[in-house]
């Protein structure tokens, strides 16, 4: 394999569609200020290098990236990209992931507004991640302890299994489809309006208003904190550990918690509507 290393490189395209090569301990900035620096690259690894130009890795096929800095002027690091391995990474840059095709990211640390948008097989191990609104329209994803702080997290995704994170987000899974959370926290408001076979296990959800007009949801034992006025207009099928704020007019299935503090069941239900809303504690009172 042909050896990049040690080099200062700034000029437009500065190692474009090198194949076959090793890219270590290299700086690309500079006065020239040069955009897509390996961009069109085969079968490369690259570690311990500074990004600070951008869009450094665009239609890169089979690479690793290791150890690597891409600071917020690297705009739009990866696009169109086809199996890449990324790990131990910081990246900073302004729509860090999009496009992109068979994605591993490891122990990285990402800040980037619009992260992650419309790509297809990606995984997710031990990572930290803040994002305005990250993973819009991405689909076959799987994410294991992600530490999430965003906003409109997860739009219009499908096929994602998460396992083991912390999502703290305004709202998350609007328009979702075929999601399954085990053994996380999903703090925010307005959770998985508008989604379609979710599936929640073990998780504890924190936040107003959260799983309406869903279809096809299910709950597994979990938890709910400050969460008034759920379920509205849902089909839902839940098992609830301890209480629930309140209930509103949702469409079928069952909900059962150990409290509820309010069912509200009023002239604004769906015609047709009947769901099995039981607290436990109080019909063991009764």
Not at 216 to 227: A, N, Q, R
């Amino acid at each position: 394999m042909k050896k990049y290393e040690g080099l200062k490189l700034d000029e437009e395209r500065a190692l474009y569609a090198i194949e076959n090569a090793e890219v270590e301990n290299c700086v690309f900035d500079g006065p020239a200020d040069g955009e897509s620096a390996l961009k069109e690259s085969r079968d490369i690894r690259v570690k311990n290098c500074d990004f600070n130009l951008r869009y450094p890795f665009w239609h890169v096929h089979r690479a690793k990236i290791e150890s690597c800095r891409m600071p917020d002027t690297c705009r739009a690091a990866l696009w169109y990209d086809e199996d890449i391995r990324i790990q131990n990474c910081d990246m900073n840059g302004i729509k860090a992931l999009r496009e992109c095709d068979q994605i591993q990211i490891e122990a990285s640390r990402i800040a980037s507004p619009e992260f992650g948008w419309r790509c297809r097989g990606v995984k997710i191990k031990n990572c930290d991640l803040e994002s305005e609104y990250p993973f819009f329209e991405t689909r076959d994803m799987e994410i294991d302890n992600l530490r999430l702080s965003g906003k409109y997290s997860f739009q219009y995704v499908e096929n994602v299994v998460i396992k083991n994170s912390v999502l703290d987000t305004k709202d998350a899974f609007w328009h979702g489809k075929q999601v399954t959370v085990m053994d996380s926290v999903i703090k925010g408001e307005y959770l998985a309006w508008y989604s379609e076979g979710l599936h929640l296990i073990r998780c504890k959800i924190i936040g107003t208003q959260p799983l309406c007009y869903c279809k096809d949801l299910v709950l597994e034992d979990c938890e709910m904190v400050d969460t008034d006025l759920s379920f509205e207009y849902s089909q839902v099928q839940a098992t609830i550990k301890g209480g629930i704020v309140s209930v509103k007019n949702p469409v079928s299935g069952s909900i059962e918690a150990d409290e509820i503090g309010e069912v509200i069941l009023d002239e604004h239900q769906r015609p047709g509507s009947h769901c099995v809303i039981t607290a436990k504690r109080d019909a063991a009172a009764r």
